[in-house]
């Protein structure tokens, strides 16, 4: 048996004792990355202190290096696993430190957004998580379907509020796309305030759309609840 037949069910296979602390390790490090890189965020942190949480960001990468290069070695696979929802995840959450070679990132806050993608590597490791990812794949065709619905509502509801405040509120309501918004946060009975309709028409258009943002809302709750339910009685049976 080779060295690599034997790491495979440590690495891919989290029901055998040496699978369960591998991954153990893999979720510290990442909630530990998080707490650092949210301690980053806080002012007037000593320069000491600093070096501490570079040191620690050292660490996590080759971890999290060591980690996906063992991934990609055991899998059968490997171009499907580079490619993978989790393989690309994987990548994600190391690519902004090998990115800031010779440039400094760490100031582009995009770059530094980027290492919130360890977070979803947490997915990997939780069956409830698993469960969830399982019953929106068994509904992916409606929650489509859905988002399609919703987004020609959204736009309808747009064009209406602007015909309705348009010509008093043209300062506010200053095309269909600022109408988007007032849309997105009214279907969704949000209802910031920041934008809202003064005249009467306005107003009885804005209630139609209330009452269908109630519904609106429920929808996917409902698909989600009802495929989680089947899943669990599948995993079950």
Not at 68 to 94: E, H, M, N, P, T
């Amino acid at each position: 048996m080779t060295f690599k037949t034997k790491l495979k069910p440590i690495i891919e296979d989290n029901t055998n004792k040496a699978g369960k602390w591998f991954d153990l390790l893999i979720q510290f490090f990442i909630v530990l990355s998080l707490l650092s890189f949210s301690i980053e965020t806080l002012p007037n942190l000593y320069n000491r202190f600093k070096i501490y949480l570079h040191r620690f960001e050292l660490l996590s990468i080759i971890v999290f290096t060591t980690e996906y290069l063992l991934r990609l070695w055991v899998s059968d696979k490997k171009l499907k696993f580079i490619f993978s929802f989790y393989g690309l995840i994987d990548l994600f959450a190391i690519l902004p430190f090998y990115l800031s070679f010779g440039i400094d990132l760490r100031s582009i806050r995009v770059f530094r957004l980027i290492r919130l993608f360890r977070l979803f590597k947490m997915l990997r490791f939780n069956d409830a998580i698993q469960n969830f990812i399982r019953a929106l794949k068994s509904i992916k065709e409606e929650l489509i379907l859905y988002f399609i619905m919703s987004s020609f509502l959204i736009f309808l509801s747009a064009v209406g509020i602007y015909y309705f405040e348009n010509p008093v509120q043209p300062e506010v309501f200053k095309s269909v796309f600022h109408g988007v918004w007032w849309a997105v946060a009214t279907l969704t009975t949000v209802g910031y305030g920041d934008i809202y309709p003064i005249t009467a028409g306005g107003k009885i258009f804005t209630s139609i759309i209330l009452l269908i943002g109630l519904g609106v809302v429920a929808v996917p709750t409902g698909l989600i609840a009802s495929a989680l339910s089947k899943t669990k009685d599948n995993k079950d049976n």
